[in-house]
């Protein structure tokens, strides 16, 4: 379907059926994405997230990939674990204080950046840093109406969409 193609009305067509509509066409884009980033680069989305935050800033640590990814640091750590047993990352231990790690990219990690489709971050974070902050504040008030009427549990706000 074109993106400017008008979703389907069916009878007893009403707003709620139609937003539902909506979310659908958003999970399964997304879902779209990580799965042809599954095929190409061979990793998940979130593994491939994490090597693109490496290759932009070699020598991070595991408490900042946490931050520039927005998820809690043993989120972080664990997405490491498995990049490190597959040789995409190695780490380095930093000379003035031997308990934190530099993380860096392996050449095998490179590759598997070059293999991978863009947006590395995935595509709903893309799309929402080209929203608009009117667009963006209103999307927030109205999710956050959402998530309470759905009880959600806001601890699920710090899992990569990757991990769902």
């Not at 109406?145 to 601890?155: C, E, F, P, T």
């Amino acid at each position: 379907m074109h993106p400017d193609t008008p979703l389907p009305v069916g009878p007893g067509d009403d707003p709620a059926g139609r937003v539902l509509r909506q979310f659908r066409i958003v999970f399964n884009a997304v879902k779209t994405h990580f799965r042809q980033v599954e095929s190409l680069a061979g990793v998940g989305g979130a593994q491939l997230w994490a090597l693109s935050v490496i290759a932009a800033r070699p020598g991070i640590g595991v408490s900042d990939l946490g931050r520039a990814m927005d998820v809690h640091q043993s989120t972080a750590s664990n997405l490491l674990k498995g990049l490190a047993e597959r040789a995409l990352v190695r780490t380095v231990k930093d000379t003035g204080d031997r308990r934190a790690l530099g993380l860096y990219l392996t050449a095998d990690g490179e590759a598997v950046l070059r293999a991978a489709p863009a947006p590395f971050a995935g595509v709903l974070p893309d799309a929402l840093a080209g929203l608009d902050a009117r667009t963006l504040a209103r999307l927030e008030r109205d999710l956050d109406k959402l998530i309470g009427a759905l009880a959600g549990d806001r601890g699920g706000a710090a899992i990569p969409l990757a991990d769902l």
